[in-house]
């Protein structure tokens, strides 16, 4: 299974408003609403931030929004600080009752 | 509060077998709304889905290192381990345990609880 397509990196200003983009097929992102999105500062355990596509868990930002169209998810990061500054990927479920994680973004803040 | 710890060595000679355990506190692993798996990052890389198991012992593994891995669960111990056998230095990484949610009422398809994981090193 190939890794689903994220954009190496994506920078913006504090309070500026970033989208990244997970693009995978038919048979993961675009045939499941199980795609969920993971923050991750080095050196520490990655923390989930949405699942099955748009929801928050509690305790996470309203900042944080996603969505999925077709066979691409995006995540929106609103009113960028910098502890936002961290490595995103996305994951999702596919047809051979497996997961796949995205190839990762690193977000700078600048 | 659910935590999760990873033990093990931290260096693996080249075709042997690695040997990791995550030990679940503060929860059951028995549960029907969970399964139970391991996540790794290769240094400079990003994250890579190992594998899988249900407390009842049933499996899910990638398919690129299906031939390679086992994962089993003590439901007695509240632990599951991760065997990876003929390594090599591609399988230098940070290995991390995690909590899949897959019942109703749970974040479905998400991994919402990991371990803070550990490095694995494979050199002679």
């Known amino acids: 299974q190939s890794a689903l397509t994220q954009p190496a990196s994506v920078s913006g200003s504090p309070g500026q408003s970033i989208t990244i983009s997970c693009t995978g097929t038919?048979?993961?992102?675009?045939?499941?609403?199980?795609v969920s999105w993971y923050q991750h500062h080095p050196g520490k355990a990655p923390k989930l931030m949405i699942y099955?596509?748009?929801n928050r868990p509690s305790g996470v930002s309203n900042r944080f929004s996603a969505s999925k169209s077709g066979n691409t998810a995006s995540l929106t990061i609103s009113g960028l600080q910098t502890d936002d500054e961290a490595d995103y990927y996305c994951?999702?479920?596919?047809?051979?009752?497996?997961?796949?994680f995205g190839t990762g973004t690193k977000v700078t803040v600048l | 509060q659910m935590q999760l710890q990873e033990s093990g060595p931290g260096l693996v000679k080249p075709s042997e077998t690695l040997s990791l355990t995550c030990t679940v506190s503060?929860?059951?692993?028995?549960?029907?709304?969970?399964?139970w798996g391991w996540v790794r990052q290769p240094p400079g890389k990003g994250l890579e889905w190992i594998g899988s198991?249900?407390?009842?012992?049933?499996?899910y593994y990638n398919p690129s290192l299906k031939s390679r891995v086992t994962i089993s669960v003590d439901t007695s111990k509240i632990q599951f381990s991760l065997r990876l056998t003929s390594v090599t230095a591609a399988d230098t990484a940070v290995y991390y345990c995690?909590?899949?949610?897959?019942?109703?009422?749970?974040?479905?398809?998400?991994?919402?609880?990991w371990g803070q994981g550990t490095m694995v090193t494979v050199s002679s």
């Open positions: 503060g929860g059951s692993i028995i549960s029907s709304s969970y399964y």
């Open positions: 995690a909590r899949r949610a897959s019942g109703s009422g749970t974040p479905l398809g998400a991994f919402d609880i």
């Open positions: 099955e596509v748009s």
């Open positions: 198991i249900y407390y009842t012992g049933s499996t």
């Open positions: 994951s999702s479920y596919t047809s051979s009752s497996t997961y796949v």
């Open positions: 038919s048979s993961d992102v675009g045939g499941y609403n199980y």
